[in-house]
């Protein structure tokens, strides 16, 4: 079976090496599968949110997919699964 490539920012790379993330609204990965377990966003927020009304809800209130290089998951998403993003930090008191 021939290997399925994806071309993000003008390179073409190998779907399996990728990532799909799920954001919320406020830019924070929440969700982060590996590119070859869904062949396109729509397959990969099934796989986050299995049913409808809770996708549908997710895509009004601004969740959004992204497919991302190993890089850029290092870049935008990781520090999100480690909770050191400030993406929804406190306000100071």
């Known amino acids: 079976m021939p290997e399925l ?4 920012d003008g390179q ?3 779907l399996r090496a990728c990532f799909w993330v799920l954001f919320d609204p406020a830019n924070c990965a929440v969700g982060s599968e590996h590119g070859d377990l869904a062949v396109d966003s729509e397959q990969s927020h099934r796989n986050f949110t299995p049913r409808q009304r809770d996708r ?3 895509t009004r209130q601004g969740y959004r997919i992204e497919l991302l290089t ?3 998951w ?3 998403a ?5 909770g ?3 993406h929804h ?3 100071a008191a």
């Open 5 to 8: 490539k994806v071309e993000i």
């Open 12 to 14: 073409l790379y190998p």
């Open 56 to 58: 549908d809800r997710q």
């Open 70 to 72: 190993r890089q850029q």
């Open 74 to 76: 290092g870049e935008q």
């Open 78 to 82: 990781k520090s999100c699964f480690y």
């Open 84 to 86: 050191t993003c400030t």
């Open 89 to 91: 930090k406190a306000p």
